[in-house]
């Protein structure tokens, strides 16, 4: 669309999570999309964990977030396009955001063009070689059957249950990550992805640390850090790339 050059991308905002000003990190993100130039931005991209747990029934969604969903929806009103993918605290997202004019993206990465450039956009997690715990606990969450098991609870139990996990998570002990570069197999995975096709820009959350690194292929691989403390997003301008709460490049 004419005169719209300008992407977003935002991770890991966790609301509803109860430590660290729960009220000030949603404030501060509804800042975040308030800001937004919509005139100038084709679209915004939210890579997952946006909310630290979700779940809806089919008459039940959780409540609050009038504010956020209310900056998204006036965001598209103005013909910004918003894109969520699930990250594994709100991996339940079935029709509500879709509702709403959100495109919900569900596979697993994307690989996209965005002002010229090609993109890789993902939440993250259990991409790569390893971690097979992880990728089991991971399918079972996603499974069908699960889904349908978890649903037979009572919304006050489910969301009980919820939020326990999240208390006991690492971002809820405010434990911080350090990404291990090359040893990381997201680190690998990527790498070997663009050894295939040309991908320019690869862009992430969920470890909840800002990383930046060139890649041997060239390609600039981006973590992007959680809300806890702050405020961490990018914007791509065709001009002038990547910017926003980015490290150095290595």
Known sequence: MSGRSLTFFASDVHLGLDVADPAAREARFVDFLKSIPAASTEALYLLGDIWDFWYEYKYVVPKGYAKVFAALHELMESGVKVYFFPGN??????HYFESMGITVVRDRWLVTEIGGKTFCLSHGDGL???MYGYKFMRAVFHGRFFQVLFSTLHPRIAFGIG?????RSRLAKQKKYVF???AEPLYGWASELSGKQKIDYFVFGHYHCPYSATLPSGSQFVLLDSWMDGSPYLC???SSGLSGSLPNME
């Open 89 to 94: 605290h709100d991996i339940w997202a079935y």
């Open 128 to 130: 790569g070689r390893g």
């Open 163 to 167: 939020r326990t996990w999240s208390r």
């Open 180 to 182: 291990k570069g090359e």
């Open 236 to 238: 791509f301008s065709p």
